[in-house]
Structures are given as structure tokens and as C-alpha cells.
């Protein structure tokens, strides 16, 4: 029961920040503060988790109200490399990171 973002246009580590507040805790508690999280990476992370939550009910039969995050793992998805005009005529290039997330779910019993 997992779900896989890849390419995500939010630095990793500002998304390992958003994170670190759901991991190890139920989906219903997570999408809850993820939805009063006023930080852009937590859309994207509400959107993994629910892809998760809906992969464990279709494939697995389970009930979301069950269902707790076990890991939910961050890590670099590459660069968007740009150039931006520096002074003198001259250009200054700047990189955008992106991650890629990966969540796992498991019910409250396995745990």
C-alpha cells in the first residue's frame, strides 16, 4: 500500500519539513493537518497520501479510518537549471530542485 510522486516542483528539503508533521500518524489526522498547513508542499503531499489511501482500499480491501502512515520517505528529484540576467551583461544560473516522494501505508494492526 504505497503511492509514488516523481518530479514534484517543491525543494526537498522544504517538503521533508511538511513531512516530518504527518509521519507516523493516522491518514484522517494527516489529511487534516496537511489541509491547515499553509505551506505549498502540502498539497502535493495531501495528494500522495490520498493516492495511497485509495490504492490500500482498492487493492487491499482496507478502510481508510485504519490506515496509519509508516514511512513516508523524501528525496531529490533532479534539477530544473536556469539562467537568470546578472549584472555586467552577463547571466547567473540558478537551479530548481525538485523531490520525489514516496509514501507507505500500513494498518493500525500490523503496526
Known sequence: MR???KGLKVPPRKMNMVAALVRNRSVDDAMVILEHTPRRAAGALRQVIKSAAANAEHNNKSETKDLV????????????KRMRAGGRLSVRPYRHRLSNVVVSLSTKEAK
Request: glycine content about 14%; proline content about 0%.
Open 69 to 80: 502512515i509508516s514511512e513516508i520517505k523524501v528525496a531529490t528529484g533532479g534539477m530544473i
Open 3 to 5: 503511492a509514488v510522486a
